[in-house]
Structures are given as C-alpha cells and as structure tokens.
C-alpha cells in the first residue's frame, strides 16, 4: 500500500493510540530493533504499549518529549511517528528521530512530515537547533536529513548501540533556525 505526502496528517500521541501504536511497531520491530533499541524494549506488549504512551504523555506535559503521529487521511492509521526528544531548554536544541512502516517507505511521507515537525519545532516551540543522528549506512534516513536542510556536522564515534550490543558510530546532522 502506498499514499501520497499530501494524503496523511500529523498529531501528537494520545491515550486512545495504544493498540494501533502497538500493531505498527509489532509490524516493524526487526527494523525498529536497529535504531529504536529503546522504544521497541518498552512495547513488547499492548499493556507494555500502555505504559509507554502513559509515560510519553507525562513527558509531553513536563515539555521533555513529543512523539508525533503520522496518520493516513483515507483509513485514520498510524502509519509512522516523529520524534522530539533530548530536548536541551537552555539552548535550545533537540533531537528529531523517525520512522514508517516499512510498506510506506519511500513514498516521501517522512519528508513531508519532518518538514511540518521541524516548523513546529522552530515556531511554536523555538527551538534554536535540531539534530538527527543516523547511521551512515542508513541511507534513507540521511536522504529525508538532507532533504529538509540538514548538514552533517560530524561523526561521534560509538554513540549508539543496537539491541544486540553492537555500537555504532553515527553521523550528526544539524539545522538552525
């Protein structure tokens, strides 16, 4: 199945997205295991699922975090979810971390939704500057950066590491507002 960018829309997370939230990570949890170790170790279960929109939904309210839905318009399913964490006040600056359904990808869907998360990011929350971390082999990842105006500003050397204990070294993307 594949939509248009402009056929989907964005929301922040809500309670009512448990079982739906759930099945799109249940779907693509081979994939989500290599970049999200940490969000699929807490959604192993729909009950998992629960707590982890619960706690999600304390964090939006304390301004730590903001997890983004993308929804398709025509069936209202969550076909994806953005990112804004490590979110820094005294700059500020945050990160922005992403991801489809692996049926969606390259459709240019994250494109188009980073790029409305990014104006939000700037103008309803001003954020000075945002960060993307990718693997430098995660070439989808770096052409969705790169398309909405990130500039790799470096490599940090075993930043990250996989659920299997493996830690990568990862490219730094930055943009300014």
Same mark, same amino acid.
């Given at each position: 199945?594949?939509?248009?960018?402009? /056929?989907?829309?964005?929301?922040?997370?809500?309670?009512?997205?448990?079982?739906?939230?759930?099945?799109?990570?249940?779907?693509?949890?081979? =994939? *989500?295991? +290599?970049? =999200? $170790? #940490?969000?699929?170790?807490?959604?192993?279960?729909?009950?998992?699922?629960?707590?982890?929109?619960?706690?999600?939904?304390?964090?939006?309210?304390?301004?730590? =975090?903001? $997890?983004?839905?993308?929804? @398709?318009?025509?069936?209202?399913?969550?076909?994806?979810?953005?990112?804004?964490?490590?979110?820094?006040?005294?700059?500020?600056?945050? +990160?922005? @971390?992403?991801?489809?359904?692996? /049926?969606? @990808?390259?459709?240019?869907?994250?494109?188009?939704? %980073?790029? /409305?998360?990014?104006?939000?990011?700037?103008? +309803?929350?001003?954020?000075?500057?945002?960060?993307?971390?990718?693997?430098?082999?995660?070439?989808?990842?770096?052409? #969705? @950066?790169?398309?909405?105006?990130? /500039?790799? +500003?470096?490599?940090?050397?075993?930043?990250?590491?996989?659920?299997?204990?493996? %830690? *990568?070294?990862?490219?730094?993307?930055?943009? #300014?507002?």
């Amino acid at each position: 199945m594949s939509i248009a960018p402009d /056929q989907f829309h964005i929301r922040l997370m809500s309670a009512d997205d448990a079982d739906a939230y759930f099945e799109l990570l249940d779907r693509n949890r081979k =994939f *989500l295991e +290599e970049y =999200f $170790p #940490v969000t699929v170790a807490l959604t192993h279960s729909r009950e998992d699922t629960i707590n982890y929109i619960t706690n999600s939904l304390y964090k939006i309210e304390r301004k730590e =975090f903001y $997890p983004f839905l993308i929804l @398709a318009k025509k069936e209202n399913t969550i076909i994806g979810s953005i990112f804004v964490k490590s979110i820094e006040w005294n700059i500020p600056k945050a +990160e922005l @971390a992403y991801f489809i359904d692996h /049926q969606m @990808a390259g459709n240019g869907i994250i494109t188009a939704a %980073l790029s /409305q998360v990014i104006t939000y990011c700037f103008h +309803e929350l001003l954020i000075r500057k945002l960060l993307i971390k990718t693997h430098e082999t995660n070439f989808r990842s770096r052409r #969705v @950066a790169e398309k909405n105006g990130f /500039q790799v +500003e470096g490599t940090i050397r075993y930043d990250h590491k996989t659920t299997d204990g493996r %830690l *990568l070294d990862m490219l730094y993307y930055g943009l #300014v507002r």
